[in-house]
């Protein structure tokens, strides 16, 4: 069990690097897709999407974070 904590610490440590990377690049498509169509100028689209992806939680909920709650807490017997 205790050969196993180092590797399950490395997996953890790479898929939370994965999802940053991944959110990274969403981020930067949607306002590539924003300023190529020259919907808004380049600044506006920055906004536009940093100011979205923080108010997201107020109309999508927490039910993602919640659900990863509740799998990642250990029962109690």
Do not use: K
């Amino acid at each position: 069990m205790h050969d196993a904590l180092p590797y399950l610490v490395g997996l953890i440590v790479v898929a939370l690097g994965f999802d940053f990377l991944n959110g990274l690049h969403d981020a930067a498509n949607s306002i590539a897709t924003i300023v190529s169509t020259r919907v808004l100028p380049p600044q506006y689209a920055v906004f536009w999407a940093a100011s979205f992806n923080f108010i997201a939680f107020l109309f999508f909920g927490l039910q993602v974070a919640q659900t990863w709650e509740r799998a990642s807490s250990c029962p109690t017997s």
